[in-house]
């Protein structure tokens, strides 16, 4: 008998797909489904990137180059410019979704058998990049009481050993939609000093920012050689499927590396990469529409959440996620109860458990992550059903 | 000082994309470069796939299903049907390209440390998969006095270890154009069947065979569970831009595996897939005009290779490679040369060196790889050219 790799035996499955099945029966029993459980946006995407795709003139699909087409990079570098980060396009490769970025950030800089340092709750597909690359994380646990801040020095000192290569954040944070201060960016900036750290910045969400605003890790000073950026379109545009995203650095050793993982692939996708050059002619007030979109969602969501019984929402500052912690014995049991076994109004909602953001195994049981892609009339109706499960569900704890 | 992953050194650079400077600047003297270094196919893509694009209409760019769209999948195994290779949708994983098919086979049944054996030359891009995979890539050698045919059983066998999980060929061959017959795969079989192996198989350029037909892998009976198909679209419709390839396989736990992967990059590009999937509507005599071109061209390329004094090149059956042995010193010093010492009406040829496709040091060195991506005057123009250049050649052998 053929056997599969360890890694793969390794490779953790998604911990958000795996209550699709349930939603699937709920929908086949007439059941109308919420959807807060995934971020994918439901904002428009912007026309000029559809327009842009009618409209190229192309005979022959070709490859582009490896680090994408040139002419994106350029208006790329213009893009970080506005934004406070300065690069030039050289320091930019695109590649096939944020995705990709993390994964040649993880090849390029760590080998397998060393150790990354990442606070949870975190998203979880790092967990699967780090199985790809044979990495090990080590997570530091942030807490819902605070809203998810940054752990304290301590905690990554404590995290610390020979063997640790690299510290991971994204920001505004995907699950906790936690933002992190300038202050807490000078914080890691120390501890990459000191104990000579990579610092990979996923900043998926940097243009939905609420409270404050967005400080990079591309604009702490000093550490040039420490910071890789890990960027997307799919959140910034409402444009997914496109697959683009980038990886900046002004770290040349590790742009060269990159780069020889990007030629082994050939190119990122073409079309998509037309999409998102034009998207960067968009005015600098197009965000200003999806943002107060979503804050307007955020508002709903957390005022409603707090406002149940024994539930506690921290207020994020940025993305379009929250974590709430729910009178509920177990996340994972009750967001299949709310699938399986429970309708309002012939309505129910998808949430996921916080479980699977959490490397710690036993933490965020009585937690789940909301992703507010749904207009607010549909927030409601959804916490509608979720106040009515809480009373309901026969798992609850206080 | 921040070190770069020793995978990232030992990470090999493309070995095509290093004589790039010296086209570059041959170009800026004013001289003409005929392109026949690289697999990027001049055919028009078929405008079906681009309408495909401009008629989908979008209001939000979404992710796709991880294992592609299922309208896709649904169709590309009506395709498969139609070359002889029976799956359902559920045994296709589309994928980034064909590269990331590799990448997922690869991570899904390979651990670091782990052999596959790879007839040379091969593909040099499945050098740096192996690399991030941590696989040892165990050449075996086929030879040009023979047509680079599969090497004999026993060169398997001697090549066989304790970690040996795999064998990987690519049919027809790129860079040989060599076709495997179905006798040949019977002996790879054999092989994978007594050792217990997994046979993945690259058939990119499947369309593309002028004396006799394809058989492919999947078509072997009684090895389901060894055959891993690995697929594009960039080639069969001239389309390296799309990123759209396919995993295909009947082995469950291999596509379980491979499908943790897939959900951890969350889904292929959006746009490729519409135009892919609009691609197999087009008729099944669609490629006899490629076909036709293609035929004519190696016809045109082989005949004044072997024309010239001291050159032999056997005749490829498959894709749009050929190698060709020269009367040279040296492939690598010979294809730099061609570009920066040498002109002949102002214009010159680019060629890959075939050491880059070798695994064993010091093989190829008076071999070269020609892709017929040219139209015939154009072929005829760069024989011209390398005929002159080995008549000037300091390096010259005999």
Known sequence: MLQISKRGLAMPPSPIRKLVPYAEAAKKKGIKVFHLNIGQPDIETPSIMFDAVKNAHMKVLEYSHSAGNESYRRKLAEYYAKVGVKVNHNQIIVTTGGSEAIQ????????????????????????????????????????????????PIEAFEKAITSRTRAIVICNPNNPTG????????????????????????????????????????????????HVILMDTVSKRYSACGARIGALVTRNQA???TAMKFAQARLSPPGFGQIASEA???????????????YLKRRDAL??????????FCPNPGGAFYAIARLPIDDADRFCQWLLESFSYNNQTVMLAPATGFYSTPGLGKNEVRLAYVLNTDDIHAAMDCLEEALRQYPGRTK
């Open 104 to 151: 040649f950030g993880f090849m390029a800089c760590l080998d397998a058998g060393d150790e990354v340092i990442i606070p949870e709750p975190f998203y979880a597909n790092y967990n699967g990049f780090a199985v790809a690359a044979g990495v090990t994380v080590k997570p530091i646990t942030s807490s819902i009481d605070n809203g998810f801040a940054l752990p």
């Open 302 to 311: 957390v005022s409603r959440l707090n406002a149940m019984e024994g539930v």
């Open 254 to 256: 590790v742009l060269d």
């Open 178 to 225: 936690y933002l992190y201060s300038k202050e807490e960016l000078e914080v890691l900036k120390t501890i990459i000093q000191k104990h000579n750290l990579f610092l990979f910045s996923d900043e998926a969400y940097r243009e939905f920012c609420y409270t404050g605003t967005h400080f990079s890790a591309m604009q702490l000073e000093g550490v040039d050689e």
């Open 279 to 293: 998207a960067i002619d968009l005015p600098d007030t197009y965000f200003d529409g999806p943002k107060a979109e």
